[in-house]
T-cell receptor, first 115, second 110 residues
């Protein structure tokens, strides 16, 4: 059983195109995240939703728009793709337990290459 | 600002013990986590320290000193499969978001 799944796994596209990445978790978690990992493996949070409500919105170009139709899904739409958007995008989820403790479960990642 | 520092690379031999250090600067600190990521894979949760002291999970242990803004991950009885990148991450701020370090690439040699 896959806990956090993402589609597609690989995405190769041209500059200027619009693309979407989908994420689903079957863990019953309330919080979901999008991270970007660059070629130097630096992992940076982009967005977080808690029960469909946006709670974290880091300094991300407004070409990136997350959408959470329900608490098990968090999609990422990217408009007007640029070369610098090439990276691995990870979805993750967590369930807040004791204050401050939240192990995050990551999806397999979507490898985006913009040509 | 918020920052984390950890060594970029560590090399060790099978069966040995290795310690990966992490120092951090952040406001609204809740705790320090460690994640493992194999090449081409997803980060996976290893451990969490919210209070000072040592947490042990099998061959892995993690330590936190809040007063020193410092923690480490200790890996014992190293195996080849432990070759991976290890990230420390602080939980910080009102939203308890994770801020990751730049990762330490551990190479385990026979």
């Amino acid at each position: 059983d896959t806990a956090v799944s993402q589609t597609p796994k690989y995405l190769v596209t041209q500059m200027g195109n619009d693309k979407s990445i989908k994420c689903e978790q079957n863990l019953g978690h309330d919080t979901m995240y999008w991270y970007k990992q660059d070629s130097k493996k630096f992992l940076k949070i982009m967005f977080s939703y808690n029960n469909k409500e946006l709670i974290i919105n880091e300094t991300v170009p407004n070409r990136f728009s997350p959408k959470s139709p329900d608490k098990a899904h968090l999609n990422l739409h990217i408009n007007s793709l640029e070369l610098g958007d090439s990276a691995v995008y990870f979805c993750a989820s967590s369930q807040e337990g004791l204050a401050g403790r939240s192990s995050q479960y990551f999806g397999p990642g979507t490898r985006l290459l913009v040509l | 600002g918020q920052s984390l520092e950890q060594p970029s690379e560590v090399t060790a031999v099978e069966g040995a013990i290795v310690q990966i250090n992490c120092t951090y600067q952040t406001s609204g600190f809740y705790g320090l986590s460690w994640y493992q990521q194999h090449d081409g894979g997803a980060p996976t949760f290893l451990s969490y320290n919210g209070l000072d002291g040592l947490e042990e999970t099998g061959r892995f242990s993690s330590f936190l000193s809040r007063s020193d803004s410092y923690g480490y991950l200790l890996l014992q009885e190293l195996q080849m499969k432990d070759s991976a990148s290890y990230f420390c991450a602080v939980s910080a701020g009102a939203t308890n978001k994770l801020i990751f370090g730049t990762g330490t690439l551990l190479a385990v040699q026979p």
